[in-house]
Nanobody, 124 residues
Framework: QVHVVESGGGLVQPGGSLRLSCTASGSIFSSIHMGWYRQAPGKQRELLAAMSSTGLTKYAQSVKGRFTISKDNGKNTVYLQMNSLKSEDTAVYYC??????????????????WGQGTQVTVST
């Protein structure tokens, strides 16, 4: 069993920045893959960024160059640094722990371990 908790959401103006944090406990953090997703009202949940246990990363085209995923194994925490935020980035952001990272096709398939979500609102 893996317990996942996100934090760091909030209200930010367009062009601003936020950093989301996700702590995963109950597993050996350094050996698991992690992913960040978001879901806007009326839309499907989409993968934004993923990081393999060895530090490989994958980004959705919509956030490439603006969002950065990183992790601190000592703190069992993965981060999502979000810069140059746009109104269309408004959504609930979710962290997933322990999914499968496919190196060859650069893809991440989520596990059943999700956090509760954190709201990000980009607005004036």
């Amino acid at each position: 069993q893996v317990h996942v908790v996100e934090s760091g959401g909030g209200l930010v103006q367009p062009g601003g920045s936020l950093r989301l944090s996700c702590t995963a406990s109950g597993s050996i953090f350094s050996s698991i893959h992690m992913g960040w997703y978001r879901q806007a009202p009326g839309k499907q949940r989409e993968l934004l960024a993923a990081m393999s246990s060895t530090g490989l990363t994958k980004y959705a085209q919509s956030v490439k160059g603006r969002f950065t995923i990183s992790k601190d194994n000592g703190k069992n925490t993965v981060y999502l640094q979000m810069n140059s935020l746009k109104s269309e980035d408004t959504a609930v952001y979710y962290c997933n722990a322990g999914g499968t990272y496919y190196i060859r096709r650069s893809d991440y398939v989520p596990s059943d371990y999700w956090g509760q979500g954190t709201q990000v609102t980009v607005s004036t």
